[in-house]
């Protein structure tokens, strides 16, 4: 069963890979090459990934296509936006509120690697999905 706890366990997982992966390569890369090593390290730990998921677009009932991309899917519970940016602005946490509405997915992690301290740059962002699950 799917539960608010095994959801932040996986989550907490992601962050130990995210902080893995800007331990030993450092701030200042393209978002790409961030992908690539946090896919590795993701997998390495057993976590199913998808990589450049299209999400399609429903308006008013009409499916539009798969207009949106999303950067990173574990276990198809949580998404992963990556970032390399020096200040984090207002639409990115926008941007993947959107995500989590529009696929129905119930967390979502938006990860800077541009910084000295990854997880102060990291937002964690959950659903009213999220809020459905059984803590326990």
Do not use: W
């Not at 366990?9 to 701030?27: D, T």
């Not at 976590?47 to 499916?63: A, F, N, R």
């Not at 926008?94 to 509405?101: C, H, M, N, R, V």
């Amino acid at each position: 069963m799917i539960t608010q706890k095994y959801i932040n366990n996986i989550a907490y997982k992601i962050v130990g890979c995210a902080i893995e992966v800007h331990k030993h390569i450092g701030p200042g890369l393209l978002e790409s090459v961030y992908e690539s090593c946090l896919v590795e390290e993701l997998r390495s730990i057993g976590l199913m990934v998808d990589t450049q998921v299209y999400l399609p677009v429903i308006y008013k009932g009409k499916d539009l296509g798969g207009l949106l991309r999303l950067d990173i899917l574990v276990d198809d519970l949580i998404i992963v936006e990556i970032k390399s940016v020096e200040t984090m602005i207002p639409v990115f946490k926008a941007q993947l509120l959107s995500y989590l509405k529009l696929s129905g997915k119930p967390k979502g992690l938006l990860v800077n690697f541009n910084s000295t301290n990854i997880t102060q740059d990291l937002i964690p962002l959950v659903t009213e999905e999220f809020s459905k699950l059984p803590k326990e």
